[in-house]
């Protein structure tokens, strides 16, 4: 059964501040990887995509993959109000369909 | 560029009642999703179709069909609504190939079945 964890949370950050999200995941063969933020009644909306070891940034937004230990995070930094939403981690092989984790909340507080 | 739509919205039905959920998508993408999602449980996979003329079982298949109708379009059927479909089901499509595999998600549609 592949397998994809996330910390549930709420995580609460103050405005300003780098929130820190992780992932891991159990498919060895998994070969690309996804950070999706989804709001309340809102469908899930494609921020990040990383398919190689190592960091990937693109704005306030930073994912970093490591493959020997499965591993996914994000970090956003200086972490605004808007930021607050639920954040799913999606894993994939090539050509398949992703597994999705079943996210992360995070409150930014102001 | 619409992305990827989806009709119904909203949907209530009854208990033993059919519909047909629409999804259609003009990013040219060869591979469809249907996913539901309820609180706590995440978004699992119904059905999917890697390109257009095939169709596979996701995670959670039963009480659901599914037809390709053409490269854009991917439709879902409950032929016979039970109140464990109530949920949100939301259509995403990809461009598997380049090296890509980035899924865009339909607005979704909130369906409950009493």
């Known amino acids: 059964q592949k397998e994809v964890e996330q910390n549930s949370g709420p995580l609460s950050v103050p405005e300003g501040a780098i929130a820190s999200l992780n992932c891991t995941y159990s498919?060895?063969?998994?070969?690309?990887f996804f950070w999706y933020r989804q709001y309340s009644g809102k469908s899930p909306e494609l921020i990040m995509s990383?398919?190689?070891?190592g960091d990937k940034e693109d704005g306030r937004f930073t994912a970093q993959l490591n493959k020997a230990s499965q591993y996914v995070s994000l970090l956003i930094r200086d972490s605004q109000p808007s930021d607050s939403a639920t954040y799913l981690c999606?894993?994939?092989?090539?050509?398949?369909?992703?597994?999705f984790g079943k996210g992360t909340t995070l409150s930014v507080s102001s | 560029n619409a992305g990827v739509t989806q009709t119904p919205k909203f949907q209530v039905l009854k208990t033993g009642q059919s519909m047909t959920l629409q999804c259609a998508q003009d990013?040219?993408?060869?591979?469809m999703y249907w996913y539901r999602q309820d609180p706590g449980m995440g978004l699992r996979l119904i059905y999917y179709?890697?390109?257009?003329?095939?169709?596979d079982k996701g995670e959670v298949p039963n009480g659901y069909n599914v037809s390709r109708l053409n490269k854009r379009e991917f439709s879902l059927r409950l032929e016979s609504a039970a109140p464990s479909q109530t949920s949100v089901y939301f259509c995403?499509?990809?461009?598997?190939?380049?090296?890509?595999?980035?899924?865009?998600f339909g607005p979704g549609t909130r369906l409950t079945v009493t």
């Open positions: 179709s890697a390109s257009e003329g095939t169709t």
């Open positions: 990013m040219n993408h060869n591979s």
């Open positions: 990383i398919y190689s070891n």
């Open positions: 995403a499509s990809s461009e598997v190939g380049g090296g890509t595999y980035e899924q865009y």
């Open positions: 999606a894993v994939g092989q090539a050509g398949t369909a992703l597994i």
């Open positions: 498919d060895r063969g998994s070969q690309s």
